[in-house]
């Protein structure tokens, strides 16, 4: 077990020191551990990652001094080993053995007396250090400060409710295909098979798993029966609103659970583009799987002359790049990886992207404009500038919190992750 510790400590200096994403360096890791270990050390990687404040704001005050350059590894270490002993049900006797004897893998055996006297020190200090994290902004809510204050600005009443639902594990959502059974026929095959769930009354594809599972104990999963997609995520091709024989752009289309949802819901073309090929490769798995079909290319959304034929389309389902600020628990290396001058840079090529796909939409067409962030930089604001810019562009309503001075729909995380849509048509000339 103790290799499980050493890996999770590696993939914590990858994603701090190296900035690789945790997508890129866990699936590695994994590879190198026993099947029954996979689970406990993405368990110890995402907490670690969720608690990262406050983890070493600890070690400020255990270690006499802090480890640095190559050994910045074994304080890595100490972040896994505190993290089992404040939030997970390891005994500590354990826990601390564990971690101590995981510095044989990582060649490292005459630390074991520091590790071990550190941890026992923190297990001794514990509630003291505790109430001094409190209070700290930054450790107490484990975000990064700058992060903290954008948020208090754009939600003085509900920043502290973002930063705590960010902190949570986020639910598994399921999406029905409705071209194979409604979402109350699947529902009951669920239960024949003893999954519980929920269903959300304004989630119309949408069912709601007590708990995360396997995906291949799904019924008919392989088939295409379902798929795991966010609920607020399902808005997505809804507010789109697909009719048959449209010609569809799903730009920034990848992994591609949007383009299958606008193939099952209506008989449409769909052009799915992403500038990532391997990215694109997930949008065919996805494809294949429902048995689906759309013409897959890969270019950047920002040059459509790489890539557009002429055509015109009905319809443009623009998942602009973003901060993934709405999507931090799933994602809680986003948080560390982020800077703050990475959001007027997005700022500026979201801009950018709508600028150059708006006359591919046909006159009377439509543009949805999401992003996953909790930003308003990326979102209301963006849309306010490009209607003062753009004089055929009309702003839809969504609902009765989306307005022409304050357009669009911000989703917070909480039930769903945090999501923001816009929607805007194309005048006649």
């Not at 109350?184 to 024949?192: F, R, V």
């Not at 901060?323 to 809680?332: D, K, M, N, Q």
């Not at 840079?345 to 801009?351: F, N, P, S, T, V």
């Amino acid at each position: 077990m103790s290799d499980v510790r050493a890996l999770a400590a590696e993939v914590i200096y990858q994603v701090i020191i190296e900035k690789q994403s945790l997508n890129q360096a866990l699936p590695a890791a994994s590879t190198k551990v026993a099947v029954k270990d996979k689970a406990l050390l993405q368990q110890l990687c995402y907490g670690v990652l969720r608690h990262y404040s406050s983890l070493e704001f600890y070690c400020s005050k255990l270690l006499s001094k802090p480890l640095k350059g190559k050994q910045k590894v074994f304080e890595f270490l100490l972040y896994v080993g505190i993290y089992q002993l404040q939030h997970m049900r390891t005994p500590p006797h354990a826990a601390v053995a564990e971690t101590v004897n995981a510095l044989t893998t990582l060649n490292a055996t005459g630390l074991k007396g520091l590790i071990n006297a550190v941890l026992r020190n923190f297990q001794r200090k514990q509630t003291e250090l505790e109430a001094q994290a409190h209070e700290i902004n930054a450790c107490r809510y484990n975000h990064p400060g700058w992060f903290i204050n954008q948020v208090k600005a754009a939600y003085p009443e509900q920043w502290q409710e973002i930063l705590e639902a960010n902190q949570l594990q986020a639910p598994m959502w399921l999406r029905v295909n409705q071209a194979q059974s409604s979402t109350a026929e699947y529902s009951e095959k669920l239960n024949q098979e003893n999954i519980d769930h929920q269903l959300q009354g304004d989630f119309v594809d949408a069912i709601l798993l007590d708990k995360p599972c396997d995906v291949f104990s799904l019924p008919e999963f392989e088939t295409g029966g379902s798929s795991v997609q966010d609920g607020a995520a399902q808005f997505a091709a809804r507010l789109l609103d697909p009719q048959d024989g449209d010609y569809i752009l799903d730009a920034c289309a990848a992994p591609g659970g949007k383009t299958c949802h606008l193939l099952e819901l209506a008989k449409v073309e769909v052009l799915a583009l992403d500038a990532d090929a391997k990215r694109l490769e997930r949008v065919q798995e996805n494809l294949t799987r429902i048995g689906l079909e759309a013409e897959l290319t890969c270019a950047d959304a920002s040059k459509p002359d790489d890539w557009f034929d002429g055509k015109q389309f009905d319809r443009i389902l623009l998942d602009v790049p973003c901060s993934a600020t709405g999507v931090i628990r799933r994602h809680p290396d986003i948080k560390w990886l982020r800077r703050s001058d990475d959001i007027e840079k997005l700022a500026k090529l979201q801009g950018q992207i709508l600028q150059e796909i708006w006359p591919l939409l046909k006159p009377g067409g439509t543009l949805l404009y999401a992003t996953c962030s909790v930003l308003p930089q990326e979102n209301k604001n963006q849309i306010l500038n490009f209607l003062e810019q753009q004089a055929d562009a009309e702003h839809v309503s969504i609902n009765s919190d989306d307005t022409l001075t304050s357009p669009g729909w911000q989703l917070l995380p909480d039930l769903t992750d945090g999501f923001y849509y816009a929607k805007l048509t194309k005048k006649h000339s």
